[in-house]
């Protein structure tokens, strides 16, 4: 899978691991106190940000690969930095990032506009929902209370995850830092959109 990556890529790509392993544990601590004042579904809203790495390495990288890697290395540092949950995280990262990835799989790695990025937030959503379905014992709660939930977690996606990641791409795009990556040769209409 990484024969045609380059080296920058690949340590772009471990540079946003990094970062976003850091903020995806600073946001348990968040939704945690969060969820102290409004109850369970504070997690649900805030979903989207444990997503964006994947959506952000893929606009920028634009190579198969991408999401899963980059989301499944976020969760190993974060596993590293002391998150309650452990290994099992590890599983979490590869299945968020496996979301993100079957959205941009979809398009046959040729699409990255705003629609397509939301899609892949939502695929994210999707997957760990699913994954967290069985593991954290969903089927446990009132269905209607499931069905909230789940419509939040895709809502979170498709908002933090895809337009935020759009955004944070698109900023980073703009400084002029990622000349010689993949979105700074898209065709403007692609980029913008």
Known sequence: MLKSWKLKEVV???????????????FVHVSNIWAAVIGPLAYEWMFGIWFIVSIICMNIIRKPGAAVLSESMAAAIEVLLGNAV?????????????GAEAAFALT?????????????GAGSAVFSFV?????????????????????????????????????????????????????SRSTKGDARA
């Open 12 to 26: 772009l790509m471990s540079l946003f691991a990094v970062v976003f392993g850091i903020v995806y544990l600073v």
């Open 131 to 183: 994954y967290g379905y069985f593991i954290s014992g969903y089927a446990a709660l009132d269905p209607s209370f499931v069905a909230l939930m789940f419509t939040l977690r895709v809502i979170s996606g498709m908002a933090i995850a895809g337009i935020g990641g759009k955004f944070i791409s698109d900023g980073l795009l703009a400084t002029g830092s990622l000349r010689g990556y993949a979105i």
């Open 86 to 98: 452990g290994p099992r995280l590890l599983l979490s990262g590869i299945v968020q990032g496996l």
């Open 108 to 120: 046959g790695y040729k699409h990255f506009n705003l629609a397509v990025l939301m899609l892949a």
